[in-house]
T-cell receptor
Framework: EAGVTQFPSHSVIEKGQTVTLRCDPISGHDNLYWYRRVMGKEIKFLLHFVKESKQDESGMPNNRFLAERTGGTYSTLKVQPAELEDSGVYFC??????????FGSGTQLSVL | AQKVTQAQTEISVVEKEDVTLDCVYETRDTTYYLFWYKQPPSGELVFLIRRNSFDEQNEISGRYSWNFQKSTSSFNFTITASQVVDSAVYFCALSDWNSGGYQKVTFGTGTKLQVIP
């Protein structure tokens, strides 16, 4: 069974540009989460989808971040425009029942 | 607010030595979950263990063992006879019970473990 897949694995962009991260959860997992680790700090919650609906987006840092989950399958996280402080590793996780999280390998975002 | 503290930023041990990774947490909730995750060089976060706040019994899984002490709000992780493959970043995490256990997991800053052959 395929795990959680994130694309791209690395992205290097300039300040002011737009970047879109993609997450493909494990098939059948209704719950999808985005987390972020910035500059070696703790991994922080961004938001939680249940199918296509946003269950909790209280961790989203500001309105430059937009997450979508079309049809309750894959999810995208768009940063527009990107700022230097957005650099970090963005993790996606999925869960069939919210009892156990399955994480992807993350996307390393570098904003120059 | 919940908080997880992993005071050890980096640890280096020689292969076959035992090593303990410390984790101290803060929460106002009376029921909660505690976790350990491993992040190997490949990048993904690998689930190691989940404990609920009702169960203070220590757990052993092969070379891994966990010591949960509610009185000191600690959930320490010990690797016995460490191996090079144990080299990774280890994260301790906390989740509240009422949210279903997973909606908002609070992570520590991680401890990077290097096992030297």
């Amino acid at each position: 069974e395929a795990g959680v897949t994130q694309f791209p694995s690395h992205s290097v962009i300039e300040k002011g540009q737009t970047v879109t991260l993609r997450c493909d959860p494990i098939s059948g997992h209704d719950n999808l989460y985005w987390y972020r680790r910035v500059m070696g700090k703790e991994i922080k919650f961004l938001l939680h989808f249940v199918k296509e609906s946003k269950q909790d987006e209280s961790g989203m840092p500001n309105n430059r971040f937009l997450a979508e989950r079309t049809g309750g399958t894959y999810s995208t996280l768009k940063v527009q425009p990107a700022e230097l402080e957005d650099s970090g590793v963005y993790f996606c996780a999925s869960s069939p029942d919210r009892r156990r999280l399955f994480f992807g390998s993350g996307t390393q975002l570098s904003v120059l | 607010a919940q908080k997880v503290t992993q005071a050890q930023t980096e640890i280096s041990v020689v292969e076959k030595e035992d090593v303990t990774l410390d984790c101290v947490y803060e929460t106002r909730d009376t029921t909660y979950y505690l976790f350990w995750y491993k992040q190997p060089p490949s990048g993904e976060l690998v689930f190691l263990i989940r404990r609920n706040s009702f169960d203070e019994q220590n757990e052993i899984s092969g070379r891994y063992s966990w010591n949960f002490q509610k009185s000191t709000s600690s959930f320490n992780f010990t690797i016995t006879a460490s191996q090079v493959v144990d080299s990774a970043v280890y994260f301790c995490a906390l989740s509240d019970w009422n949210s279903g256990g997973y909606q908002k997991v609070t992570f520590g800053t991680g401890t990077k473990l290097q096992v030297i052959p």
